[in-house]
């Protein structure tokens, strides 16, 4: 008598072999959330996935390297590339994507201090979601606070900056997503942000120009209905070289 034999497999053992990424991506589309290259998808992240996620990475990054014609078994400059970029991407050039916002302590304004705040330069490093060639540049930010507003210490204003730009920018969206969580943050009746930066994407490649910079700027609230204030503010600002 034959006997019928029936495999069945356990559904961890599926789970195991999902790359970690489309465990992430189900998650993300199964909320209806976007997830751009700009957009900070931390809340999708479970723990120890951020590793596994770099050894996914690095595997990519092989075949990378293999399509290019490099020789990583016998070239001792690149025998670790593929490794060394997962960890730039995923801890460091791209990690505003993968980490919760920093912790911002908020105090109330028990002064009442209602006059104009300026904080720059603060230097800020990204890469252009169009090449992934750095950005560098500096942020000014000014703030006009009311009776309600919070108060948040310098050293965060740069902290955010970095969050922000630690993801595949384009620096008119970099700026406008800076002043969202500024705004978020401290509710002041005014804010205004001035970005210069150079980009690598027209320096290193392309045209190949090395001196142009792009420059733009957000500004809210009372820094758009007064001229004077918006005009002290640019005044302010020490942009030379």
């Known amino acids: 008598m034959l006997m019928k034999t029936c495999n069945t497999m356990n559904p961890s053992d599926v789970d195991e072999g999902t790359p970690v990424s489309v465990k992430i991506r189900e998650r993300v589309m199964a909320a209806r959330k976007r997830f751009n290259a700009n957009d900070n998808i931390a809340d999708f992240i479970e723990p120890g996935e951020l590793e596994k996620l770099l050894d996914e990475v690095e595997e990519k990054m092989k075949g990378v390297l293999s399509s290019l014609v490099i020789d990583t078994d016998r070239d001792h400059n690149t025998d670790n590339t593929a490794r060394?970029?997962?960890?730039?991407?995923?801890?460091?050039?791209?990690?505003?994507?993968?980490?919760?916002?920093?912790?911002?302590?908020?105090?109330?304004?028990?002064?009442?201090?209602?006059?104009?705040?300026?904080?720059?330069?603060?230097?800020?490093?990204?890469?252009?979601?169009?090449?992934?060639?750095?950005?560098?540049?500096?942020?000014?930010?000014?703030?006009?606070?009311?009776?309600?507003?919070?108060?948040?210490?310098?050293?965060?204003?740069?902290?955010?900056?970095?969050?922000?730009?630690?993801?595949?920018?384009?620096?008119?969206?970099?700026?406008?997503?800076?002043?969202?969580?500024?705004?978020?943050?401290?509710?002041?009746?005014?804010?205004?942000?001035?970005?210069?930066?150079?980009?690598?994407?027209?320096?290193?490649?392309?045209?190949?120009?090395?001196d142009s910079k792009m420059i733009n700027s957000v500004m809210r609230g009372v820094f758009l209905k007064d001229s004077n204030l918006r005009r002290e503010f640019l005044s302010l600002i020490p942009r030379k070289g």
């Open 84 to 210: 060394r970029v997962a960890k730039m991407y995923v801890n460091e050039v791209f990690r505003g994507r993968y980490v919760q916002a920093p912790a911002i302590t908020e105090f109330p304004n028990a002064e009442h201090l209602n006059e104009l705040m300026i904080v720059g330069p603060i230097t800020v490093r990204s890469a252009c979601s169009h090449h992934f060639c750095p950005v560098i540049g500096k942020i000014w930010i000014g703030v006009l606070p009311n009776e309600h507003t919070n108060v948040i210490g310098l050293s965060k204003y740069a902290r955010l900056a970095e969050w922000v730009m630690g993801r595949p920018q384009i620096q008119e969206e970099a700026v406008v997503q800076l002043a969202d969580l500024i705004q978020e943050k401290t509710q002041p009746d005014g804010l205004a942000i001035v970005m210069e930066a150079s980009h690598y994407c027209m320096a290193w490649r392309g045209v190949k120009d090395m």
